[in-house]
């Protein structure tokens, strides 16, 4: 019964489930119809919710009939709205109207990544004087390794993502848009300090160089796979724009043995 009813709300073409039963005695199957309108179109908005760029780019009514396919194709498994819709970005990948628009399946996991980055765990930055204190010696320096916040998240695309969702923050999107090469690869730093989320625009390098840092990889590993894919990283800039998003926890120095 619970999976029938459960599985008739999403489909607006199966019948009412059987066995309802109305308090008033009313039709259940009117009553249900309402329910189930209500559950889709507040589903849809927690979407819209998350994902208004992305809706500005394709327009209220493709996009709510784009969210309404996703609902059925993957409904909540969690009640916590908030974080649903994880998989439309994948779900916008693979959806033949959207073609057109190569990247709006990565605007999506952008603003996904905002999404999670304002619910992740809270995590104290690191002390600046503890940070130069660990840079301060060039013996320990390639051994360093660097504790990420959990609200820091890292997206490289081949679309100017960035851009684009820049674009949508200015009050004159429609001109902002107008100066968009969409073809241009971009990659983002999403981070909370405090209450706010900030999305950063990175270059190659310091991509790789956060790529490396959140595998664990010590600074050394991670500085020259950041220079094999940029060679003028500057490790020094990234580290302060890192140190200043508040996405460092802590720095561990781990001496080579002698």
Do not use: K
Not at 33 to 40: G, I
Not at 115 to 131: E, N, T
Not at 178 to 192: K, P, Y
């Amino acid at each position: 019964m619970n999976a029938n009813f459960a599985a008739a709300l999403l489909d607006p073409a199966a019948p009412c489930p059987a066995g309802l039963v109305s308090w008033n005695g009313s039709d259940p199957a009117q009553r249900f119809a309402v329910y189930r309108n209500n559950v889709n179109v507040g589903l849809i908005d927690a979407l819209a919710d998350s994902f208004p760029v992305t809706q500005e780019l394709v327009g209220e009514a493709f996009f709510r009939a784009m969210a309404r396919e996703f609902v059925r194709a993957a409904p909540p498994r969690s009640p916590v709205l908030a974080l649903y819709g994880q998989g439309f970005a994948g779900f916008i990948d693979a959806f033949a109207p959207a073609a057109s628009l190569p990247y709006l399946a990565d605007v999506a996991r952008l603003e996904m990544l905002r999404v999670l980055a304002w619910h992740a765990a809270d995590a104290a930055p690191v002390a600046h004087q503890a940070l130069a204190a660990a840079l301060a010696d060039p013996e320990s320096l390639p051994q360093l390794r660097f504790e990420l916040v959990p609200a820091l998240h890292l997206l490289v695309s081949p679309h100017a993502v960035v851009s684009l969702w820049a674009a949508h923050q200015s009050e004159t999107a429609a001109l902002a848009l107008a100066g968009v090469d969409t073809s241009i690869a971009e990659a983002a730093l999403v981070c909370r300090l405090d209450l706010d989320v900030a999305i950063y625009h990175l270059q190659a390098g310091a991509a790789a160089f956060v790529a490396g840092l959140q595998l664990g990889r010590p600074f050394g590993e991670a500085a020259a796979a950041a220079l094999a894919a940029d060679p003028a990283f500057d490790p020094a800039a990234t580290l302060a724009l890192l140190l200043g998003a508040g996405a460092i926890a802590g720095v561990t120095t781990q001496r080579r043995p002698s």
